[in-house]
């Protein structure tokens, strides 16, 4: 079994902060690497922010200088920390894990219940 919980506080002004946090627990061999994703309504959901388990990241153009990604000393748990925050931020925003469960097995990818965010101008 093995669980992504999402955490945070989700609404916010225009030009102010939030951060969100997802751990993952149960059953995990190995992390390649945890993110964040969006989607806002009536449109497909897209890769914010992503950090793998050598600490290489990665952002969203549209997110660059605003976003950070980290990750806490276990690897199990990500943040993202939002500032300067925009209206056309708003989103419901998931947590995502590539992971092996077991050494045998290849790495499939786990999600969390997803955080509504909005940002009101």
């Known amino acids: 079994q093995v669980q992504l919980v999402e955490s945070g506080v989700g609404s916010v002004q225009a030009g102010g902060s939030l951060r969100l946090s997802c751990a993952a627990s149960?059953?995990?061999?190995?992390?390649?690497?945890m993110g964040w994703y969006r989607q806002a309504p009536g449109k497909q959901r897209e890769l914010v922010a992503d950090i793998t388990s050598d600490s290489r990241t990665s952002y969203a153009d549209v997110v660059k200088g605003r976003f950070t990604v980290s990750r806490d000393s276990t690897k199990k748990t990500v943040y993202l920390q939002m500032s300067s925050l925009k209206p056309e931020d708003t989103a419901v925003y998931y947590c995502?894990?590539?992971?092996?469960?077991?050494?045998?097995?290849?790495?499939?990818?786990?999600w969390g219940q997803g955080t509504q965010v909005t940002v009101s101008s």
């Open positions: 149960g059953s995990i061999f190995s992390i390649n690497a």
């Open positions: 995502k894990a590539n992971l092996k469960r077991y050494f045998w097995v290849n790495a499939d990818d786990y």
